[in-house]
């Protein structure tokens, strides 16, 4: 059974850090990997998506790498903001999806 | 851990009929449920959200008519997709959360379903 693991499961940076979320997962027989943003008491927000034939994947100042080898993807987010404070998520899609656990991010101002 | 189950886990019909999926949380009371889709090769989107008693709330470009959302107890919600259309081929998945001090979502394996 897939397993998908995030390291860390929290985080507190400040205001304009750089940093980078990991997330690990033991099947590499994927069709794509996905990171997404959850704020309190709100659905999931889709923040990249990368198809299994993919590597990496950009949007603004994120950036999602994604190694099926190694069963590794990392999402890199730079000059850190405090709106960027949320819980992200990983998920790998094979015939269902398996999601991660989860890190808590904090930007301090 | 928090369970949640959906059923069923994938459904074929034919176009113009009406399909329900149940999603319930087996061992804890969820106060929100969340319904997501992802079609192929597309992001998981969400859907709506729904509290138990109320009326869901629905993301934008959802049709609330023809995705019929209920959440009538703490640990069942049910999405209907009504008069479907081969275009609502999808992977169906749900969350359930207990609020309270804590956000966490515990997630459905999903349905998937496929119209004719």
């Known amino acids: 059974k897939q397993e998908v693991t995030q390291i860390p499961a929290a985080l507190s940076v400040p205001e304009g850090e750089n940093l980078v979320l990991n997330c690990s997962f033991t099947d590499s027989a994927i069709y794509n990997l996905q990171w997404f943003r959850q704020d309190p008491g709100k659905g999931l927000t889709s923040l990249l998506l990368?198809?299994?034939?993919?590597r990496e994947q950009t949007s603004g100042r994120l950036n999602a790498s994604l190694d099926k080898s190694s069963g590794r993807s990392t999402l890199y987010i730079a000059a850190s903001q405090p709106g960027d404070s949320a819980t992200y998520l990983c998920a790998v899609s094979g015939n269902q999806f398996y999601f991660g656990t989860g890190t808590s991010l904090t930007v301090i101002p | 851990g928090a369970v949640v189950s959906q059923h069923p886990s994938w459904v074929i019909c034919k176009s113009g009929t009406s399909v329900k999926i149940e999603c319930r949380s087996l061992?804890?009371?969820?106060?929100?449920m969340f319904w997501y889709r992802q079609f192929p090769k597309q992001s998981l989107m969400l859907m709506a959200t729904?509290?138990?008693?109320?009326?869901?709330?629905?993301e934008q470009g959802v049709e609330k008519d023809k995705f019929l959302i209920n959440h009538a107890s703490l640990t069942l919600s049910t999405l209907t997709v009504t008069s479907a259309h081969p275009e609502d081929s999808s992977f169906y998945i749900c969350?359930?959360?207990?609020?309270?001090?804590?956000?966490?979502?515990?997630f459905g394996p999903g349905t998937r379903l496929t119209v004719l």
């Open positions: 969350s359930a959360s207990w609020g309270g001090n804590t956000d966490t979502q515990y």
């Open positions: 990368i198809q299994s034939s993919q």
């Open positions: 729904s509290n138990e008693g109320s009326k869901a709330t629905y």
């Open positions: 061992d804890f009371q969820a106060t929100t």
